[in-house]
């Protein structure tokens, strides 16, 4: 029997919902809100979802200087894959078998590292306050960060080595309609469900 080698990470069995169009892929990280980073260690996977800036050749994440994530990649570097993906409109069909819905995802290889240089560091904590408060001005709105507060924070930077897009969007007058639900964190907090914290922070 003849076996099939199996397909690169990068090669999706769906050839026609790869898209490798460079200027697309830099729009979609540029704008996704959430990412999803996972790794693995001693054969047990490791995912980690959060806020990151991408600047157009790294993919850069924010955590607390202890933790899984921190112990996993050490003061080394260690091979990581990263993605981002946003749901469309539901696709209806006359079969149940061919229902189907828009989506749009960009897959991420390449190597995570702690970063140790202050500047570097510095310069991926003020990408994400210009992503995430584009409205706020530094010195104006808020304090800018100090060495020390940069200091307290581990910044990992995610260097691209490969990466894939895969989409399925139909035009605007297609017979779709968008999926029927909210927010879960709105949901809840209608319900009264949810535990507010009253300082904020996260």
């Not at 919902?17 to 697309?24: G, I, M, V």
Request: proline content about 9%; some cysteine.
């Amino acid at each position: 029997m003849t076996s099939t080698p199996p397909r690169l990470p990068t090669q999706p069995r769906r050839k026609d919902r790869r898209l490798d169009d460079d200027a697309w892929m830099d729009r979609f990280l540029a704008r996704a809100s959430f990412g999803h980073l996972a790794v693995c260690h001693e054969g047990a996977p490791h995912l980690h979802s959060n806020l990151f800036w991408y600047d157009g050749s790294a993919i850069w994440i924010h955590t607390a200087p202890v933790g899984r994530l921190r112990e996993i990649v050490g003061d080394g570097a260690a091979p990581a894959c990263f993605t981002v993906a946003e749901h469309g409109r539901i696709l209806p069909s006359y079969t149940p078998l061919e229902f189907s819905t828009e989506y749009a995802s960009v897959l991420v290889f390449g190597s995570l590292e702690v970063v140790a240089d202050l500047a570097a560091r510095r310069h991926a904590l003020e990408g994400l306050m210009t992503k995430y408060a584009p409205h706020l001005v530094p010195g104006v709105d808020y304090t800018p960060m100090p060495d020390k507060d940069v200091a307290r924070t581990a910044v990992f930077r995610l260097t691209v080595a490969e990466r894939v897009g895969k989409h399925n969007v139909k035009p605007g007058d297609y017979p779709a309609y968008p999926y029927p639900g909210e927010s879960f964190i709105d949901a809840e907090r209608a319900a009264g469900r949810i535990t507010v914290k009253p300082g904020g922070g996260d």
